[in-house]
């Protein structure tokens, strides 16, 4: 929108990956989805972050010994910084709640802390 107030899209795509002699990724705990987001510069890199998402992920299903996939929704809103990282990339660190946190659910507990790289004209 303008230097201190950006708006967007962003998408989730999240592994987990198996311990033990096979360190592999499996589908089934795969976690994938899109946000629409919203962020203003207050100060200098400081930044108030608010944010939509849904996201897919596959729970365990009660009625049999497989999983089940389950959409939800998530409303975040937090503060964030960002920093220089190398020439043409930017870091940011934000601290975002989620107020439709549920569980189970794509995460743990509704408080999240978020790392990203932004590329920089």
Do not use: C
Not at 52 to 66: A, K, V
């Amino acid at each position: 929108m303008n230097k201190k107030w950006n708006v967007g899209l962003g998408g989730t795509y999240r592994s987990s990956f198996g311990s033990g002699e096979k360190f592999k990724s499996s589908k089934e705990e795969a976690t994938h989805g899109g946000r629409l987001f919203t962020e203003y510069t207050f100060f200098k890199s400081f930044f108030g972050h608010g944010e939509f998402e849904m996201l897919h992920t596959n729970q365990p299903d009660p009625n049999s010994d497989g999983l089940r996939g389950n959409w939800s929704e998530g409303a975040l809103i937090g503060l964030g910084k960002n920093y220089k990282f190398i020439k043409k990339i930017q870091g940011s660190v934000m601290l975002l709640y989620n107020f439709l946190h549920t569980e189970p659910g794509p995460y743990d507990k509704p408080w999240l802390v978020r790392f990203g790289f932004n590329w920089i004209k």
